[in-house]
C-alpha cells in the first residue's frame, strides 16, 4: 500500500509552534515516527507539507493513480479550503483527516471542516499518534 502524508500550514513549525498544544516533538521527528509504523506495516510512505493552499491542491491531484491513501492534516485549510475539499472529491482517494488537537474543543472557528466531507474518518486530539490511527485505517492494521 502506498500512502501519501500531507499536512498544511506550520506544521512544518512543530515543536516550535504552541508546544503546550502541539507537543515538543519535531516536524522530523513526526516524519520518522510515521516511517518506523510504515515500515511494521509494510507500507510505502510519502510526505509533503506546505503552507500554500494550491500546493496542497496539487499534491492531492498529484496523488491520482499513484496513491493508495491520504493522511491529511490541513491545518488552518481545514476551516477554509474548499479548493481542498474539491481536489479530495475529484481524486477519490480514500483519506483520513489528522489533527494533532481537538478543534472542536478549542475556538469556535475551529469547529468547521471543509474537508472532513471527503474523508473517511476523522481522528483529532489523539497528539501525533494520530497519524499512526490513520495509517491503521487504511492499512486494515495489517503488519507485514
Known amino acids: 500500500m502506498r500512502i501519501l502524508v500531507i499536512n498544511g ?3 512544518n513549525m512543530l515543536g516550535i509552534r504552541e508546544p503546550d498544544l502541539y507537543g515538543r516533538e519535531t516536524y522530523a521527528d513526526l516524519q520518522e515516527k510515521i516511517r518506523k509504523h510504515a515500515a511494521r506495516t509494510g507500507t510505502e510512505v510519502a510526505f509533503f507539507q506546505s503552507n ?7 499534491a492531492v491531484q498529484g496523488a491520482y493513480g499513484k496513491q493508495d491513501g491520504i493522511i491529511l492534516n490541513p491545518g488552518a485549510y481545514t476551516h477554509t ?13 480514500r483519506t483520513i483527516e489528522v489533527h494533532i488537537t481537538d478543534p472542536d474543543a478549542r475556538e469556535s472557528f475551529r469547529k468547521i471542516s471543509y474537508v472532513r466531507e471527503a ?3 476523522t481522528i483529532r486530539g489523539h497528539g501525533t499518534d494520530g497519524y499512526l490511527e490513520a495509517m491503521d485505517i487504511l492499512t486494515g492494521g495489517c503488519e507485514a
Open 9 to 11: 500550514p506550520n506544521l
Open 52 to 58: 500554500h493552499e494550491g500546493d496542497l491542491v496539487d
Open 81 to 93: 479550503s474548499i479548493a481542498l475539499l474539491d481536489a479530495l472529491k475529484t481524486v477519490g482517494i
Open 119 to 121: 474523508c473517511e474518518q
